[in-house]
């Protein structure tokens, strides 16, 4: 949900619709809840900015009508909270444009005073880019106290603009300038600043006579309107544009524009993406989080269960936070027929999207931790999104993460990072049914699955929740616009085929399985195998142990290495369960791998069962 108050006052969706706000005085209690985001207000002060001395005798209820009809209309879970101390609007982390409007204004003057002028101009720039009016909750009357804090930040406004045009004249740009600063001058001819900057601008661009001519206006004006000569700073100026000081002439830039420019390196988010809404909203949080308690945010979960997908989605939806760049690598950790790229090459690759390729210049791979070090320096202070998708291990991503609260970090692995220090973990399961509908409608037509229903539900039931098993379903029925939801549905249905049936192009359900597969054990990959051979979707650990000839707590320990491989889900009080399609898997190389006595110490114990 989005609240903008930078002119008139408005909120949307986060689909981008507009909310009907209602009246005007529920207009007003809710700038007063966003000009106070986070704090409670009491009932009292809310009846004094409504109604002032006058307040009716029904007051006190038509505050209550007001809040409860914006609970409505800002949907659920409620947003408006009551408590002893008042009434509070709870946001997520850049839902208000104040918010994100004074958080950009901080970081664009710390840049402008650290002489990082690239990157001021950037902050300054969306910040005044959050504008769409000329006040604060424009055609909105205010009571007083609202007037003030209304009043302070288009004064914020005013000093990030004049900010914007220091840092627009450091990196050289006064001819591009000049028209915003002669119109400026105009609107505001006692801004002695403004009339500095022009003065620069002109001498800049060759008009010194020009320039000087801006001083004598300016002296005139001072004289005329209010009685004063211009202070030290345009005097200043004058004297130096007199002299033709040479510190007047602009430095030129060691680098170009384009080197300045952040790393934009997100791919393509899917058309496709559907539901997840709950896992977005939290990973959002995690990482728009202004506490950086929360630097890295791992998702973990099975195989094409969707977690680059979602992913991707979020680094989309939160770019807008992270203006030093936002960087992708497909660390290969788990892709078929490619090898994991070595923490050496990452960061190289790394550097180089920052701009820096002096670490290992004389050949062969750098070192790693001089790598890791020069990217640390470089990451310091930025704010920079990092996307590891499919890593392998901790260690793989360990020398990859910046140290500074500014940047985030998400990891996406089909095993848990459990060592990744101050690592929040997020397990992704699969999708519920209405979600992989949803997702087959988007992916072959809402048309084609309407024609055929009951195939279609067919399709999504045998696919079992995974995410990539429907993006292949989809892609064989696209491939063949002639084959029928219900012939495709056919041939999943028969189990000794579906696997096969899932796989197109590059694409296969059974690949993606095998990756995880190989990484396990001797150990641990028999009990995964044998697990397939039991009867009913529940595994208890006293079967499994059974099964495997091995005792209770070893076979536990084994039911959990499959957990943590994400080829088994926990339950509770002992109990595991099996994907479907993993499940089919399993029983694929229990008859390529197993031993007649496997399979014939589980018939008896499902015979005993």
Known sequence: ??????????????????????????????????????????????????????????????????????????????RIEAGSN?????????????????????????????GRHDVALERLTRALGLWRGESVLEDLPLPAPLRCEAARLE?????????????????GQHAEMLADLEALARRDPLNER???????????????????????????????EVGIDPGPDLVH?????????????????????????????????????TGRSAEVARLRAMLTSASGATAVSAITGAAGVGKSALAVHVAHQVAG???????????????PGVAPLNPADVLARLLRSLGDDTVGRRGGRPDVDEAAARFRSLTDGRHLLLLLDNARDAAQVRPLLPASPTCRVLVTARRTLTSLDAASHFRLGVMVEDETSTLLGRLIGEERVAAEQRAAHAIVRLCAGLPLAIRIAAARLTARPGLSLRALADRLAVEEHRLSELQADDQAVRAFFMMSYRSLDAESSRMFRLLSLLGGATIGVAAAAALAGR?????????DHLVEAHLLEAGGHDHYHMHDLLRLFARERAREEGTQEERARATDLHTLA
């Open 1 to 78: 949900m989005d609240f903008k108050i930078l002119g008139p006052i408005e909120v949307r969706t986060s689909h981008g619709r507009p909310i009907a706000l209602g009246r005007r005085k529920q207009r007003v209690l809710l700038a007063a809840l966003l000009l106070n985001t986070g704090k409670a207000i009491p009932s009292r002060r809310m009846l004094d900015w409504l109604w002032g001395e006058r307040a009716p005798a029904t007051a006190e209820s038509n505050l209550y009508t007001y809040i409860s009809a914006l609970r409505k209309v800002l949907g659920s879970p409620s």
């Open 86 to 114: 008042g009434y509070v609007l709870r946001v997520m982390p850049g839902e208000v444009d104040v918010t994100l409007f004074e958080d950009l204004a901080a970081q664009g003057q710390q840049a402008l005073d650290a």
């Open 155 to 171: 004064q914020l406004k005013a000093t990030v603009m004049d900010a914007s045009l220091e840092a627009r004249l450091a990196l």
């Open 194 to 224: 403004l009339r500095a900057q022009l003065m620069l601008a002109l001498y800049r661009c060759g008009r010194r006579a020009d320039a000087l001519a801006v001083y004598q206006s300016a002296r005139t004006t001072l004289a005329a």
């Open 237 to 273: 100026m004058h004297q130096r544009v007199l002299a033709d000081d040479p510190a007047l002439t602009p430095a030129l830039a060691a680098r170009t524009a384009a080197s300045h420019r952040a790393p934009a390196e997100l791919p393509m988010g899917s058309a496709a993406f």
């Open 321 to 335: 936070r992270f203006p030093d760049g936002r960087i992708y690598v497909d660390l290969h950790g788990c892709t």
């Open 551 to 559: 005792p209770e707590p070893r076979a536990a320990d084994l039911l």
